[in-house]
């Protein structure tokens, strides 16, 4: 798995990740997980398309392949000259893994999605787009953040404790509630939505510079790391913490981790 965040103010965009991935290894009849904690969650394609940067969440690889190790075959597939918008990255990165998820993953797969977040600035627009979409299931490609020079906070991947500390419950608590999956969808979801508002933390966004969004995401992540690591519920977070910002008419640039 991973914790991935994209915030988006009108200073441009940051992203981040951790970088560990979990593998279940079985030998002589028992099982357990080995972590490796360098792995690229956050993407950039170089060249001509360095405005643009790539989250990964969910499943880390297809087959034995990890997602990252397929970036010069997207990038070669893509082309040399810069796409015209973030959209057509968007769609140029699906079609991509979708043709490898359709050629290596068998049809009756029921596992979870290979999830990703696309995000940049397009030629001569100061406000920022995101797109995610997920493969094989939900794979409509989704804007993020819809409406001119709306921020925000979007979170993807293992984030369960991150969408707790935020929203102040867990969603899967209220959506496993018998008493609340009984009564009428309308009146369940306008509970549901009274609980958010009084309960979600509220952050400005629209006032956040480039440094509190970077410090919000780091915030965020190592407390979900942590909570993991000395807690006994499952998380698969940690190893670094890759934090990117991309500002505008500028390429990506990695502001924080070491990876190679």
């Known amino acids: 798995m ?6 988006k103010c009108h200073e441009g965009i940051v992203l981040a990740a951790d970088t560990r991935i979990s593998l279940e290894v079985k030998n002589n009849n028992q099982s357990f997980f080995k972590n490796f904690d360098s792995t690229k969650k956050l993407l950039n394609l170089g060249g001509e398309h360095s405005h643009i940067g ?8 297809i087959k034995k392949k990890l997602i990252a190790s397929y970036l010069p075959e997207l990038i070669h597939e893509i082309g040399e000259e810069a796409l015209p918008n973030v959209f057509a990255y968007a769609q140029a990165v699906y079609n991509f893994f979708q043709n490898q998820w359709d050629k290596e993953i068998p049809i009756d797969y029921n596992g979870p999605e290979l999830s990703f977040v696309v995000a940049g600035f397009d030629r001569g627009d100061f406000d920022a787009k995101l797109y995610t979409f997920n493969i094989p299931f939900h794979n409509t490609i989704k804007e993020v953040f819809e409406g ?3 921020c925000g906070i979007h979170y993807g991947g293992d984030s369960w404790i991150i969408n707790r500390l935020i929203r102040g419950f867990d969603q899967r608590v209220l959506e496993d509630n018998n008493s609340l999956r009984d009564l009428p969808k309308e009146l369940r979801q306008k509970l549901i939505k009274e609980i958010e508002v009084k309960s979600t933390i509220q952050f ?8 509190d969004a970077i410090k919000l995401a ?3 992540i ?3 790391i942590d909570i993991g690591e000395l807690s006994l519920t499952p998380s698969g977070n940690g190893g670094q913490i890759i934090v990117a910002v991309i500002k505008y008419d500028e390429d990506m640039d990695f502001v924080q981790g070491d990876l190679i």
């Open 218 to 220: 780091n915030t965020l």
């Open 2 to 7: 991973a914790v991935t965040i994209a915030i």
């Open 222 to 224: 190592s407390t979900s």
């Open 204 to 211: 400005p966004f629209d006032i956040y510079s480039l440094e």
């Open 148 to 150: 001119n020079m709306t």
């Open 54 to 61: 790539i989250l990964n969440s969910g499943v880390f690889s």
